[in-house]
Nanobody, 123 residues
């Protein structure tokens, strides 16, 4: 069984920065595609970013502002969020995909999910 635990969420002012972390256990972390999704109130969950080895993919809405990275020695994936905007407010979820070897933006391709961490961008 794979467990994912997110941390690092909180309240941040527009234009500020925040770093989310997701610690994984129970699987061969380095071989998995890891991703971040988010869900704003009243909206469907949407793809944010994903990483496989050194390859990354980003949603257009965060490209140039957010950076996904991973530390395989620590079984951890990060999401560095810079220049945040009020529309970035959402619950952010970490997800893992061990079935495919390509990066997917489809949440149905991810088998394991964390509990989510709230990010609120407000002055």
């Amino acid at each position: 069984q794979v467990q994912l635990v997110e941390s690092g969420g909180g309240l941040v002012q527009p234009g500020g920065s925040l770093r989310l972390s997701c610690v994984a256990s129970g699987h061969t972390f380095s071989s998995y595609v890891m991703a971040w999704f988010r869900q704003a109130p009243g909206k469907e969950r949407e793809f944010v970013a994903a990483i496989r080895r050194i390859n990354t993919v980003y949603a257009d809405s965060v490209k140039g502002r957010f950076t996904i990275s991973r530390d395989n020695a620590k079984n951890t994936v990060y999401l560095q969020m810079n220049s945040v905007k009020p529309e970035d407010t959402a619950v952010y979820y970490c997800a893992a995909n061990g079935r495919v070897i390509v990066i997917s933006m489809n949440e149905d391709d991810y088998d394991y999910w964390g509990q989510g961490t709230q990010v609120t961008v407000s002055s």
